[in-house]
């Protein structure tokens, strides 16, 4: 199987966030559809992101909005 390409794969809830995972543009317009224009990445989310955890992209969504809400 080839390794996910955040820069052009599309994008859904239910996406796994792989070892090769990057917050890239493609990233970036998925979560601003989720959780709004307001969306920025920050540090703490970043390694929340990446800290080895099994999770979606619907799960970082959720996240994120749980986070600034």
Partial sequence: MAK???HSDDIDR???VT??????QNVRRFM???CGEHFKFDRPF???????????MGHVADEWVNRHS
């Fill in 4 to 6: 996910f390409d955040w």
């Fill in 14 to 16: 239910e996406t796994p």
């Fill in 19 to 24: 070892e090769n995972y990057m917050s890239t």
């Fill in 32 to 34: 601003k559809s989720q």
């Fill in 46 to 56: 970043m390694l929340w992101i990446k800290d080895g955890n099994p999770k979606t």
